[in-house]
C-alpha cells in the first residue's frame, strides 16, 4: 500500500548516479498515485510530456541534474524535464462576427452553442489585424459558463479590446491539465556554448542542447513554488495558454545564454489569464516575468539584480488588466516590435524601482505610483521614464534621468496628469517628443493635453518640451541646473502656470505645434499662449537672462499674467523678452521685482497689443518696452517703485 504517495527508491533510485526517468514515468502514469516525493538528488535524461491532472511532484529541497539529456527539438521551449500538456478534444469551430463585440463584454458570438457545454474549455482565437502576424487581441484558453442561445455563450473572461463586425474567431476544444503542481526543486541545467550572434545558431543543435525544468500547456490551477534554477537555456517556468495558475518563491541565477531570444527567463507567459506571480527572484537573467498575451494577472515581491535586459516585460500583443506591486527591475512594456502589435492597455505599476522605465508604444492607461528610475552607471539612458501619453496617470514617481512623453495611440477615456512627483532631467532631455523625432511607435508627439501637478522638474539644462496641446503646471516647479543654464524650449500650443512657477530657469517659446505637418511646413498655425496666474513664482537667474523669452517672427503669441510674482536675480535678468512676431499682451495685477523688460518694436506693430495694468515694479528697468499708442498701455494705473 502506498496511500497515494510515490516514492523514487521504489525503483532503486538513492541519488544522481541512475536515471531516474523510467521512475517518473511509471508514478505519473499511475492514476492511483497522486502524489510523488523525492529524497535525494536525481537526473533526468529524457524529456517528459504528461497529459496527466490532479498530481503534486514534490522534490523536497533536493537537486535536479540533466547530465546526458535527450537533444530537444529545434526553437522549442516547452522542451523541458517535465511538460504538464493538455490535449486536443478534436472539435473545432469557427465563426465570422455578425456583430461588434464590445470590450468588458464576456458574450461572444459561436456558430452553434449546441457544441458548447458549460464546464467545457476551449480555445478562442481570433484573426490576426493586417499589421503584423501575431496581433490577435483574442488568443486565450477559456470556459463556457452559460449557453445564451443559439449563437452566444458567456465565458470566464471578460475581452480587453473591442472586435469588430466580420472579424473571424477560431475555437478549439480543450482537455486541459488540471491540478497539476511541481514544487520544491533545485535545478542545475547542462552547460551551452557561448554563441556570437543572436540570430545565427553557432551549430545545428546548438540550441537543442541545453535544459529547463518545467513547463505547461493548455493547464489549468497548475502551480509551482520554490524551484531554485541556474544553467538554464529556455525559460525555467514556460507556460502558454494557462488560466488560473500561481508561481512563487522561485529562482534563476546565472541561465547559459540571455542573448538568443527566448532564452534565459525566469517564467515565459503566453496567452495566459489570471496568473499570480510572487515573491520571485534573478540574477543576470535575460527576464524574471514575461508576459505575451496575457489579462488580468498579478506580480508582486519580485526583485532582479544584473537586470539590464529587463525583468518584467511584456511583448505588446494586446496584453490588459495586470498589476506590479512592491517589485524591483528594468521595465519594460509592449517594446517587442509591431508583429505583436505594439499594444497593452490597463498596467498598474506600484513601488516599484527601477534602472529603465520603458512604456512609450501603444500603452494606454499606464498608471505608475510611487515609481523610482534610478542612473545606473554604464546602461545607457538609465534614470529614465519614457511613457505613452494615452491615459497616463504618474503620482508620487521619482526619475534621477529624464521623464520623456510621446504619444503613438489616442485610445483613453482618462486625462494625462502627473502628480507629486519629481524628476531630475539631463542635459538636453526631452520631456516631449519633437514632431522631428520621425514616425516610429514610441517616437511620435504629444497630441493631447498634460497635466502637471504639484511635481517638481529640476537640474533643467536647455530641455525641450517639443509638443503637447496644452500643458498645465499647477503648483509645480521648473528648477535650473543652475544660473548659467535653466532653459526650456517650449512647443506646446498652450501653457498655463498656475501657482508653483521658475527658479533659475527660463521659458522660450519655439512655436506651437500644430499637429499638422503641411500647416508646419507652410510656417502658419504656430500659435501659443502663456497663462501665468494663482500666486506663481518666478525668481532667481538663469543663462538666458529671462524667464520668458520668444524670437520667432513667424509667431502669433498671446500672454495673460496675472497673480504673478517674479524677481529677478540680476540687473540683466529680463521678466520678458520679446521680439518679432505678433503679440497679444496682457499683465494685470502682477509683480515684478529687479531686473527689466526687453521688447522689440517690430513686436507690437499693427496687430499686436499690450495691456500693463495694476502691476506692482520695483526696481525695475522698464527702459526696453514699446512706444505707447493706442494699442499699447503699460504706463497708466501701475506702482512703479524705485
Known sequence: MHNGIGDYRWFGIFGEQSSADDALDAMVNNPAISRIEAHSNLNFRKRHVFHRSRIELD?????????GIELNLKDNPLGTVICFRGLESGESQQVTLSADLAEMTDVVEVADSA?????????ARVNSRPGGGAQRELDYMVKVTERIDATHIRINYKLGWALEAGRTISFKKMNPVTGSRVRNMRFTGVPVPPSVSTTVRPFDTWDQIGSSPLAFEFAVECDVSDIRAEGVFWPVIMRRY????VTERCELMNPVERDWGGT???TQQINVLYGHVRDCNTSNSRHLNDFT???YCMVENCHGDGDDYGPFVTHGQFEHDLVYTGNSGLLSFANSGSTWGDSAKRITVRKHIASRIIAHKKLTDLTLEDCRAYIKEGLPDSGSIWANADGLQMRGCTAEG???LSRSSSRSERPNVIDGCGFTMTPHAE?????TEGSAVGMLPVDADLLIVHSEIRNIDQITIGSIHKLTLQNSWLIGASTESGKVEAACRELVIQSGGMVNCGLELTGGWSGNEEVAASGAGRTQAVSVDGGAAFRGVNGARAFLLHTDPAQTVTWNLGNLTSTAGAPDMAHFVIRGGCHHYKAVGSKFTGGRFETDPAAFGGGSSMLHAACIEQGVDRSGLPEQSAA???TEGNLILP
Open 431 to 435: 520631456l516631449a517628443r519633437k514632431p
Open 115 to 123: 457544441a458548447f457545454a458549460v464546464g467545457d474549455w476551449w480555445v
Open 632 to 634: 499699447v498701455r503699460h
Open 59 to 67: 522534490f523536497g529541497g533536493y537537486t535536479v541534474t540533466t547530465e
Open 293 to 295: 498575451c496575457a489579462a
Open 242 to 245: 494557462n488560466t488560473f495558475y
Open 402 to 404: 529624464a521623464v520623456t
Open 264 to 266: 534565459g527567463y525566469l
